[in-house]
């Protein structure tokens, strides 16, 4: 699990490793529909944040993220995450894996 560090009453550090982005997909593919919409938002979006700059706030997709954090960061100012590259390039694949899938259970979007 990640350890979370409180820095002051305002401010979070989030060290996470490569068994954290493991234990996520994990977890994901437990449950694909209810996280669906994390894991389309998580496998569309990252290739634009290079995939390590990803924000999990930046698109409403923290629900799994603070599942593994057994907090909600949003209570304070701020955070930072301290994380390798692996944790995020693990974490895309395993999204990619199960994409397919939860794609299918989300609602169809309307083209322009």
Same mark, same amino acid.
Request: aromatic share 14%; net charge negative; with cysteine.
């Given at each position: 699990?990640?350890?979370? !560090?409180?820095?002051?009453?305002?401010?979070?550090?989030?060290?996470?490793?490569?068994?954290?982005?493991?234990?996520?997909?994990?977890?994901?593919?437990?449950?694909?529909? *209810? +996280?669906?919409?994390?894991?389309?938002?998580? +496998? !569309?979006?990252?290739?634009?944040?290079?995939?390590?700059?990803?924000?999990?706030?930046?698109?409403?997709?923290?629900?799994?993220? !603070?599942?593994?954090? *057994?907090?909600?960061?949003?209570?304070?100012?701020?955070?930072?995450?301290?994380?390798?590259? /692996?944790?995020?390039?693990?974490?895309?694949? *395993?999204? /990619?894996?199960? +994409?397919?899938?939860?794609?299918?259970?989300?609602?169809?979007?309307?083209?322009?």
């Amino acid at each position: 699990m990640a350890h979370v !560090e409180t820095l002051n009453p305002t401010t979070l550090r989030i060290h996470v490793t490569l068994q954290d982005a493991v234990d996520m997909v994990t977890e994901a593919a437990r449950d694909v529909r *209810g +996280y669906a919409h994390d894991i389309v938002t998580i +496998y !569309e979006k990252m290739p634009m944040f290079d995939f390590i700059h990803f924000c999990f706030y930046a698109y409403d997709s923290a629900r799994l993220f !603070e599942r593994q954090l *057994g907090i909600n960061p949003r209570q304070y100012q701020s955070f930072s995450l301290d994380a390798p590259d /692996a944790f995020f390039y693990t974490l895309y694949g *395993g999204m /990619a894996a199960l +994409y397919p899938q939860a794609k299918s259970t989300l609602p169809a979007t309307p083209g322009p």
